[in-house]
C-alpha cells in the first residue's frame, strides 16, 4: 500500500487536499472520480524521505483524533468488521499523514501475525503507556472494544480541559500583547511629534515629571531597550536552565503551588487527570500498581509526584487505596472519601469519574475567578500607561495655558 498527497477539485471549483493509502495511482484517481473530485496533482509520499510539501502536512496527532481513531476501530469491531479491515478503512480516510502512516505500520504488522497489542507497543509517542495498557487489557479480556471505547471518552474528556486552560491564559496574552503595541505606538508615532515642541521650550522649562519621561524615552530610542531585552532574555534563559536541574524543578513546583489561585488551578486540573486517569485504567482492567506507575509517569510536578509514589508505596505496604491517598497529606478530604465510597461498594471506577466531573466544574469556576480578576487588573495597567504618557506630553500644555492666561 503506497501514501499519495493529492490537490483536487470539485464540481464547484473548491479545492481540496488531503493523504491517502492506494495501491496504485489508477486506484487513487478512479476513488477520486466517484467522489466527484477531478485530481490537480497526485505525488507520492515516502515516509523516510518527506519533501517540502509533505512536511507541511506533517503535524503533531492530536487527542482529538486519537480519540476519533478509538471511536471508529470500536465501532467497526463491534459491527462485525474484522480489525484489519477496519484499520485500512480508517488509514484511507486518514488525513493526518503521520498517522496514517502509523495506522499504515500497525496494520503491516497485524498482517504478519502480531497482535494490535504488540503493533501499536512500537509506536508509544503515539500510543502512550496509559493507552497501550488500556488496550492490552481490552485485548487480553476479550472486551477490545468496549477498552477503545473508554479510551475515546478519555482522550476526548482530556482535549476538553486542555483547552479549557488555554482558553484561560488567552485573554491575558491577548491584553498584554495590546499594551505592548499600544507602548510602541505612543514611542513610536505621538512622542517624537512633542518631543519637536518640547526642543522649542528648553529642558529648563518643563515640568518635572515630564523632564523624567523624556529622559526615560531617550534611553529607550537609544538602544537602551535592546539592554532590557538582553537583560530579559538571559534571566528567562537562566531560570529555564535552573527548572531544568532536580534542585530548580521541585522549588519550581513548590512555587506553582503556592500562587493565589492558580496553584489551586493546578491541583485542581490534576485531581481532574488523577481521578479520570486512575477510573479508566480500573475500568480497563489494569491493576492498581500499574495504574499508580502510569500515574506517577504522567505528573510532572515533583510535590504532587511525590505524594502519589507515597500513596503506591503504601498500597504495596498492604494498606487499601483511599486510606494510602489520605497517608500521603496530598489528597483533599472529598477524594479519600470518594475513594472509600468507592472501594466499599465496589464501583471505584464510576466513583472517581464522577469526582472527575466534580473537579472539572472546580476547574471551571476558578478560571473564571481568576479571570474575573485578571480583565480589570488588565484595564488598569493599560488606562495607567496611557494616563501616564499623557500627563508627561500634554503637562507642559497646560502650563503654556495658564501662562498666557
Not at 18 to 24: G, K, T
Not at 127 to 143: H, T
Request: contains cysteine; hydrophobic residues 45%; aromatic residues 10%.
Amino acid at each position: 500500500m503506497k501514501v499519495y498527497s493529492y490537490t483536487a477539485r470539485d464540481t464547484n471549483g473548491k479545492r481540496h487536499q488531503a493523504v491517502r493509502n492506494s495501491s496504485n495511482i489508477n486506484e487513487l484517481l478512479n476513488m477520486l472520480h466517484h467522489k466527484g473530485l477531478t485530481a490537480v496533482s497526485v505525488q507520492e509520499v515516502h515516509p523516510g524521505k518527506p519533501n517540502g510539501r509533505t512536511k507541511l502536512l506533517q503535524r503533531k496527532i492530536k487527542s482529538s483524533e486519537l480519540a476519533s481513531f478509538c471511536w471508529q476501530l470500536s465501532t467497526m469491531i463491534e459491527g462485525g468488521i474484522s480489525i484489519t479491515t477496519a484499520l485500512e478503512t480508517i488509514a484511507r480516510d486518514q488525513e493526518n499523514i503521520q498517522f496514517q502512516q502509523v495506522i499504515s505500520k500497525i496494520l503491516e504488522r497485524i498482517n504478519k501475525g502480531k497482535s494490535f497489542t504488540a503493533s501499536i507497543s512500537e509506536f508509544p509517542k503515539v500510543f502512550n503507556r496509559l493507552a497501550f495498557s488500556i488496550i492490552m487489557a481490552g485485548e487480553s479480556s476479550g472486551n477490545l472494544p468496549a477498552s477503545l471505547q473508554r479510551l475515546a471518552r478519555y482522550f476526548n474528556d482530556r482535549d476538553k480541559l486542555k483547552k479549557k486552560l488555554q482558553a484561560a491564559t488567552a485573554y491575558p496574552v491577548f491584553v498584554f500583547t495590546f499594551i505592548v503595541f499600544i507602548v510602541i505606538f505612543m514611542m513610536t508615532f505621538i512622542v517624537p511629534r512633542f518631543k519637536v515642541i518640547f526642543n522649542q521650550f528648553g529642558a529648563g522649562q518643563l515640568p518635572v515629571f515630564t523632564r523624567g519621561f523624556m529622559s526615560f524615552y531617550e534611553a529607550m530610542r537609544n538602544n537602551f531597550i535592546y539592554v532590557i531585552i538582553l537583560a530579559a532574555v538571559i534571566i528567562a534563559g537562566s531560570i529555564i536552565a535552573y527548572t531544568k536541574t532536580v534542585k530548580g524543578h521541585y522549588i519550581f513546583s513548590k512555587i506553582k503551588l503556592g500562587i493565589p489561585l492558580i496553584g489551586n488551578l493546578f491541583v485542581q486540573s490534576f485531581l481532574v487527570m488523577f481521578c479520570r486517569t486512575m477510573a479508566t485504567l480500573l475500568a480497563g482492567g489494569v491493576s492498581v500498581i500499574e495504574v499508580f506507575d502510569i500515574l506517577i509517569a504522567m505528573t510532572d510536578n515533583d510535590i504532587i509526584k511525590s505524594a502519589v509514589t507515597r500513596t503506591k508505596k503504601y498500597i504495596i505496604e498492604g494498606s487499601n487505596i483511599h486510606l494510602s491517598a489520605a497517608a500521603s497529606g496530598f489528597f483533599p478530604g472529598l477524594v479519600v472519601k470518594m475513594m472509600q465510597v468507592g472501594e466499599e461498594s465496589g464501583s471505584l471506577p464510576s466513583v472517581l469519574d464522577k469526582t472527575a466531573e466534580y473537579y472539572e466544574r472546580k476547574v471551571d469556576s476558578t478560571i473564571m475567578t481568576v479571570t474575573s480578576i485578571l480583565e480589570p487588573l488588565m484595564i488598569v495597567t493599560a488606562g495607567s500607561i496611557v494616563l501616564v504618557v499623557v500627563i508627561a506630553l500634554y503637562l507642559p500644555i497646560f502650563s503654556m495655558s495658564k501662562i498666557t492666561k
